[in-house]
């Protein structure tokens, strides 16, 4: 038979790796529940970068681009439109 002190130090060892396998699942589980909420961030702010530049192409009046499909930058000539030069401005600052 064990004696008693040995049986004292067996249980608190026990006692104290169980309270240390608890404290280290809550550790666990908090970093991943982190990293879930860090993750489903990065991907909403893509998706938002993503619609704001569609949403740019989509808007940009089609008479004010040129034949080459690109929007008249030259604020004399004749067919330029301040509202498209913006627009593009807003879907490169956007990318």
């Known amino acids: ?6 049986n004292v ?11 240390y396998g608890l404290y280290h699942q809550s ?10 909420i860090n993750a489903d961030y990065q991907h909403q702010s893509s998706l938002i970068q993503k619609a704001k530049a569609e949403w740019a192409k989509k808007t940009m009046p089609k008479e004010s681009k040129t034949e080459g499909g690109s929007v ?9 439109d ?9 879907a490169d600052e956007a990318k």
């Open 72 to 80: 008249i930058t030259d604020p004399m000539d004749s067919k330029f």
């Open 9 to 19: 130090l067996r249980y608190s060892a026990l006692g104290a790796g169980i309270f």
């Open 27 to 36: 550790a666990l589980k908090a970093r991943s529940k982190i990293n879930q």
């Open 82 to 90: 301040l509202e498209a030069y913006l627009t593009m401005k807003m």
């Open 1 to 6: 038979m064990a004696s008693s002190g040995a």
